[in-house]
């Protein structure tokens, strides 16, 4: 087999980051592979003897060689799909989990219980604005306030309202949690806070290392988002509103007891995630 088709070349990359014990080892390699050719992953198979140039070869080489040092595949395309949209990211946002869609997907669908025109929502914690651009994308009748601490991931997740034509539906604001958005009320408050506990964080795979701690580092117990946000919401949300948190694999309790104790909260919902995990608490005022 010639070197420098797209077989060969994509099965030496893929020789290589399986021995760097990366385990979608194929996968990366064929969108990689895919992205340098700007063409889909799947129409590499079609064109598998197609013989590629050297300077495609050389670009290819230097994108798995950054993969082979552990930076996430998304940061190297610059994007990650999210229900279905293609969201832009750099390593100044958490790249979007597909678990995560658990919690768009459920807000997406308690929206249209809701009868009213014109709903509102806030996001807590924006970041590439994956959650909130695809719930405004999938429900017309929303407008959202989102906030975020850090200005970057602002503008990213501007950059992604514009793309998929929801910007002029939200406001960004700069900012910790629900300080920009006082005397305002929402319907749904969606967020997914940092949830990571300091001692989990440093047994992480070497790819999280990569994306911002801010969005992942939730105190010593991880919960120091959930405390804070659980406290305030009240004030914030409708009569008949909801709080949607996406939650880390072993803290449904935890957080369920914080919305108990905190007392404005009469009715809770747990959703699960594919791996049949409890990934998301909503919890609705009445
Ligand atoms: N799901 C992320 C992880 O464990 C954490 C995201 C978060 O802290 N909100 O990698």
């Known amino acids: 087999m010639k070197e420098n088709t797209i077989a060969k070349q994509l099965s030496i990359a893929t020789e290589k980051l399986k021995a760097a014990g990366i385990e979608n080892a194929r996968l990366d390699?064929?969108?990689?592979?895919?992205?340098?050719?700007?063409?889909?992953?799947?129409?590499?198979?079609?064109?598998?003897?197609?013989?590629?140039?050297?300077?495609?070869?050389?670009?290819?080489?230097?994108?798995?060689?950054?993969?082979?040092?552990?930076i996430p595949v998304a940061y190297l395309t610059g994007h990650k799909e999210f229900?279905?949209?293609?969201?832009?990211?750099?390593?100044?946002?958490?790249?979007?989990?597909?678990?995560?869609?658990?919690?768009?997907?459920?807000?997406?669908?308690?929206?249209?219980?809701?009868?009213?025109?014109?709903?509102?929502?806030?996001?807590?914690?924006?970041?590439?604005?994956?959650?909130?651009?695809?719930?405004?994308?999938?429900?017309?009748n929303v407008t959202a306030e989102a906030v975020d601490i850090s200005q970057k991931a602002i503008e990213i997740a501007q950059f992604n309202a514009q793309k998929f034509n929801v910007d002029d539906r939200i406001n960004f604001y700069a900012g910790n949690l629900f300080e920009p958005l006082?005397?305002?009320?929402?319907?749904?408050?969606?967020?997914?806070?940092?949830?990571?506990?300091?001692?989990?964080?440093?047994?992480?795979?070497?790819?999280?290392?990569?994306?911002?701690?801010?969005?992942?580092?939730?105190?010593?117990?991880?919960?120091?988002?959930?405390?804070?946000?659980?406290?305030?919401a009240p004030k914030f949300l409708a009569d008949d509103g909801f709080l949607a948190m996406e939650i880390g694999f072993n803290q449904s309790h935890s957080v369920q007891k914080l919305l108990k104790e905190n007392g404005n909260f009469n009715y809770i919902q747990v959703w699960k995630d594919l791996a049949g995990i409890e990934r998301v608490i909503a919890a609705w005022k009445n």
């Open 83 to 140: 229900m279905g949209l293609n969201f832009a990211v750099t390593p100044d946002v958490l790249i979007p989990r597909p678990d995560t869609e658990v919690l768009a997907q459920g807000v997406i669908e308690h929206l249209h219980e809701f009868n009213r025109e014109n709903l509102k929502i806030a996001d807590l914690g924006v970041g590439s604005g994956a959650i909130c651009i695809s719930i405004l994308k999938f429900v017309e």
């Open 29 to 70: 390699a064929e969108v990689l592979l895919a992205y340098v050719l700007n063409t889909r992953r799947l129409a590499l198979y079609v064109h598998v003897a197609k013989v590629l140039e050297e300077e495609q070869i050389t670009r290819y080489h230097n994108l798995i060689k950054r993969r082979l040092e552990r």
């Open 182 to 232: 006082e005397g305002k009320i929402f319907d749904v408050i969606v967020s997914n806070p940092p949830y990571v506990t300091t001692e989990d964080f440093e047994n992480l795979q070497p790819e999280i290392e990569t994306e911002p701690k801010l969005a992942l580092d939730g105190g010593a117990d991880g919960l120091n988002f959930y405390r804070k946000i659980i406290e305030t």
